[in-house]
Nanobody, 123 residues
Framework: QVQLVESGGGLVQAGGSLRLSCVASGRTFGTYAMSWFRRAPGKEREFVAAISRGGGSLYYADSVKGRFTISRDNDKNTVYLQMNSLEPEDTAVYYC????????????????WGQGTQVTVSS
């Protein structure tokens, strides 16, 4: 069993930056692919970014490429999402997820989810 706890959300003006963190419990963090998804008000949950177990492969939604960076520190059981040049359209609850999967883009491929952290970008 893995428990995930996100932090780092908040209110920021358009063009600003935030760094989200997700800390995982347990000793098996390095065996999981990790991802970030988000759900905006009235919309379906969507893929944002993912990182392979060792961190060597990164995946991004087109809408965040060049602005967001996912990374992980397996010694700290933590995955990060650095978000720059934020836009009002990035406003959502952001969730981290863990899974033993190569289907990085699909939320159904992940076994464990955090409770989410709210990101609000004002115009």
């Amino acid at each position: 069993q893995v428990q995930l706890v996100e932090s780092g959300g908040g209110l920021v003006q358009a063009g600003g930056s935030l760094r989200l963190s997700c800390v995982a419990s347990g000793r098996t963090f390095g065996t999981y692919a990790m991802s970030w998804f988000r759900r905006a008000p009235g919309k379906e949950r969507e893929f944002v970014a993912a990182i392979s177990r060792g961190g060597g492969s990164l995946y991004y939604a087109d809408s965040v490429k060049g602005r967001f960076t996912i990374s992980r520190d397996n010694d700290k059981n933590t995955v990060y999402l650095q978000m720059n040049s934020l836009e009002p359209e990035d406003t959502a609850v952001y969730y981290c997820a863990a899974g033993v999967t190569w289907n990085y883009y699909s939320d159904s491929a992940y076994d464990y989810w955090g409770q989410g952290t709210q990101v609000t970008v004002s115009s």
